[in-house]
């Protein structure tokens, strides 16, 4: 194991409290600084795969996301008009087998920052993270603290110390989450109803938000990103009318939402850093990689990360351990991001032949022995070894 460290954290999201449980664990002294005036989680509903449920499992926070979420056991979409399933993808159809844990942001959140805090993480709110100079932070108010042995840049999409130039993608989503109603949706399974790749309306159950008591549902409605303000601007009463055309389930979901602020817009983009590493600095999370929600993979490739940044920092000092993270999250990432570049303009695009495409001939081949079961990998986070060859080294 590495020499004990003084590590600052830029961002107390997913990937941060994740990093901070586990290096705080392994002896490090690890500050982490958010912008919020209290950390705090931004969007809805996610999934957990299994590969991020074991990542979660050892930083101490998987009983109170399972307290929180809820299991889901497969996805399945249709089509609109012909009513056809075009999406059917089971985690294990075993009983207590693999599931996918679906979840509040807020639920997973309190989850990790409760794991980072136990650990002995000090998490210090309202500092805006503008840059990294040698091996001090910077922040907006003027101040900066330092020096820090190591710094992680956990600080999403949008943050000052990647060098990324991600391409901005030209579909999003509205999403809000929304009480379960009387529904003659399943509560252990995501549902979705598509119109082409033009339009896509989706319901996952997510259990319960910390605090509160009542089951929840996270709903997302897919379009351009140039078409947001339209969607705005046209009432809440014309987007109810076309999404419960598209589908008739989705009425007591979208019939809840009374004021446009209660769906938050989602814009997405596609990039990945050659080398998520610069001496002294890690890139984990967004600020690393960036791609579509499609295999419901961002989450956990932010816990994957912070797991391989901690396990590198166990096997080497310095800037070998961050060469060490840097390899062992390549491929991994690497065959997601492409996979997920691949599937996202088939269910977000205003493409004609790339749905006929996915409803005739990709749906039928997913249906045929052994490509279930790679679906099942690939939904799962498995497909390919999520840390490499890199293995736990606790001493």
């Not at 002995?120 to 910077?138: P, Q």
């Not at 989503?173 to 509560?187: C, I, R």
């Not at 961002?298 to 961050?322: I, P, V």
Request: aromatic share 8%; with cysteine; hydrophobic share 45%.
């Amino acid at each position: 194991m590495s020499k004990p460290m003084h590590i600052g954290i830029a961002g107390a999201g997913i990937g941060g409290l994740a990093a901070a449980s586990l290096l705080a664990a392994d002896g490090h002294q690890v500050t982490v600084f958010d912008q919020f005036d209290a950390p705090r989680p931004v969007g809805s509903g996610l999934v957990i795969q299994p590969v991020g449920q074991a990542v979660l499992a050892e930083v101490g926070a998987l009983d109170a996301a399972r307290a929180m979420g809820n299991p889901i056991s497969r996805m399945l979409g249709h089509e609109e008009r012909s009513g056809r399933r075009v999406l059917d993808v089971w985690y294990d159809r075993r009983a207590g087998g693999r599931y996918g844990l679906a979840i509040h942001r807020a639920a997973l959140f309190q989850s990790l920052l409760d794991a980072a805090q136990s650990a002995g993480a000090t998490i210090y709110a309202g500092k805006e993270v503008c840059r990294a100079d040698g091996r001090n932070l910077y922040f907006a108010d003027g101040s900066h603290d330092g020096p820090f042995d190591l710094i992680i840049d956990s600080a999403g999409a949008t943050s000052p110390l990647s060098p990324m130039r991600a391409r901005p993608l030209p579909y999003g989503a509205v999403w809000g989450t929304v009480d379960w109603p009387e529904t003659e949706l399943p509560w252990g399974e995501l549902r979705q109803r598509y119109r082409k790749a033009a339009r896509m309306a989706g319901v996952l159950p997510i259990g319960q938000l910390p605090g509160q008591s009542g089951r929840k549902a996270a709903i997302f409605w897919s379009l351009p990103v140039s078409a947001h303000e339209d969607w705005r601007t046209a009432g809440l009463a014309a987007w109810t009318d076309e999404a419960c055309t598209l589908w008739p389930a989705f009425a007591p979901f979208a019939q809840q939402i009374s004021d446009p602020d209660q769906m938050t817009m989602a814009r997405y983009s596609h990039g990945t850093l050659r080398k998520p590493w610069s001496p002294g600095l890690a890139h984990i999370g967004d600020a690393a990689h960036r791609a579509s929600p499609q295999l419901g993979q961002g989450a956990n490739m932010a816990l994957l990360d912070a797991l391989a940044l901690a396990r590198a920092l166990r096997h080497a000092d310095g800037d070998a351990a961050l060469a060490l993270y840097a390899r062992a999250r390549r491929w991994h990432v690497r065959v997601y991001q492409m996979m997920s570049a691949a599937f996202t303009p088939q269910y977000q695009s205003d493409s004609r032949w790339l749905p006929a495409f996915r409803d005739n001939i990709l749906f039928p081949l997913s249906m045929i022995p052994p490509v279930p079961h790679i679906l099942t990998a690939l939904v799962c986070g498995t497909m390919l070894p999520p840390t490499g060859r890199l293995r736990d080294q606790r001493q």
